[in-house]
């Protein structure tokens, strides 16, 4: 049990003399009484190893899987096909096991990947620059926040409301540490506002963020928005999602200065929240404020080809005040499967997925508008995500009748009620796509819908609720 009780009391004893202090209380004489715990914390029994199993048993249970229902959920976590090659090459031991590469260029298979996967990021993004990855995609908005405030001498921080929620709360949170101030443009017909934008941005301005396709689904006009952005000397950062520039164009032609992203649809499961990985891309001028890690090939002195870490601009590694990033533990074995997923794809499977995204969402788009008691929330272009607006009934109402009554027992429709992060979409809800969703479970979705506002109809006319049968 040494390995894990990591000091008995014997050894307590033993370190506390070796240190010449007489107990552990006299370690933490400095921290006030008031604000330290006087009695042992309220921690139940433990379990046997079988409780322990039925105990997790249980809370996996609980759990929806994607395996078993048709998940239209979206909002920036996908139901992607990962193929099998991505498990083999992700479990091996030399990928699966390794500590973050204090020695790196013992580490060349480590370092490879890493290249490798920047190299892919800016392709995908068209910037020249890409980091080895972050922790996820809102931390990276975090980084990109903090670059732009170091490169331009400004503090302000102006965001797009189709930026995604949790961005937008991580800026907020991030913004009172950087000591920086967020302005929030608004979105009309599922579009940023460039009349409001316009508005905003000024010659405080550090940053614009905006994302495309954006929280709604809609593909913005990044070019056209961040001429204002550039006229004003801020820069134009854009979060961006990697399934979609097999067909959109890249952020960096458009303009964009940085642009970073979620890249869980890129080769990692829905695991229950995570872990996923970011990514961060930018113009070259800012290498050197770039988070995390980069990369860089190089050939030895006998020619032959290698790879070092060539850049962290993390305080461990240079002068604190210098540094530009805490990261040290990017989540890389997850970009290791993003990686493995792109090059299983290839060039032109990775289009050709983009074009099957785009025609299987037109075909729910338009399946679902074409449903009385719905209307699409805005008409701009999409890719693989919509918003759609219930105008009979409320949106928690027309999903518990659909789960309650369609289908005894199981979780019904799953799609993301858009009022959670946006009060004034309380009526409508998002719908995603994936390569995942069949023909016929698009189909299956639309008629549970059009079932369940069968169901809330007659409720209102006789006054108790009928039951239709769902199909599935």
Known sequence: MGGYTPATPDDQAEMLAAIGVASIEELFEQIPPEVRLDRPLELDPGLSESEVFDQLEYLASQNISTDRVSSFL??????????????????????????????????????????????????????????????????????????????????????????????????????????????????????????????????????????????????????????????????????????????????????????????????????????????????????????????????????????????????????????????????????LAAMVHLAWLGKRGFIELGELLVRRTAFARERLRGIDGLELLHDAPVVREFAVRSNRYPVADLLARAGSDLHPGEPGIQVYPLGRDYPEYEDAFLVAITEKRSPIEIEGLAEDLELSLEDLASTRDSGSPSRNGGSR
Do not use: W
Request: include cysteine; glycine fraction near 12%.
């Open 74 to 335: 979206g909002a920036g976590m996908y139901d992607h096909y990962v193929p099998a090659i991505v498990d083999a090459i992700t479990s091996r031991s030399e990928f699966l096991t390794p500590y973050t590469p204090y020695q790196p260029e013992v580490s060349q298979g480590g370092l490879q990947v890493m290249f490798e996967f920047q190299t892919a990021m800016s392709e995908l993004t068209g910037l020249p620059v890409a980091n080895a990855g972050l922790y996820e995609g809102p931390s990276a908005a975090a980084s990109a926040a903090y670059l732009a405030m170091g490169a331009t001498g400004r503090s302000e921080l102006v965001v797009s409301r189709g930026l995604h929620p949790h961005s937008r709360e991580t800026l907020a949170t991030h913004a009172a540490g950087f000591g920086a101030s967020i302005i929030e443009v608004g979105l009309e017909d599922g579009l940023t506002d460039p009349d409001q934008l316009l508005t905003a941005v000024s010659e405080q301005t550090a940053a614009v963020f905006l994302q495309n396709p954006n929280f709604l689904g809609a593909v913005e006009d990044i070019t056209a928005l961040g001429e204002a952005v550039k006229a004003a000397g801020a820069l134009l950062v854009v979060a961006v999602d990697p399934m979609t520039l097999g067909i959109l164009r890249p952020p960096g032609e458009c303009g964009a200065d940085i642009a970073y992203g979620e890249g869980q649809p890129l080769g990692n499961r829905l695991d229950f929240g995570g872990p996923s990985f970011g990514f961060f891309c930018a113009a070259e001028r800012f290498i050197r404020k770039m988070p995390g890690r980069i990369a860089g090939e190089t050939t030895d002195l006998d020619g032959r080809r290698g790879f070092v870490l060539t850049l962290q601009t993390r305080e461990q590694h240079i002068r604190r005040e210098k540094a530009t990033s805490n990261i040290c533990t990017a989540q890389a074995l997850n970009a």
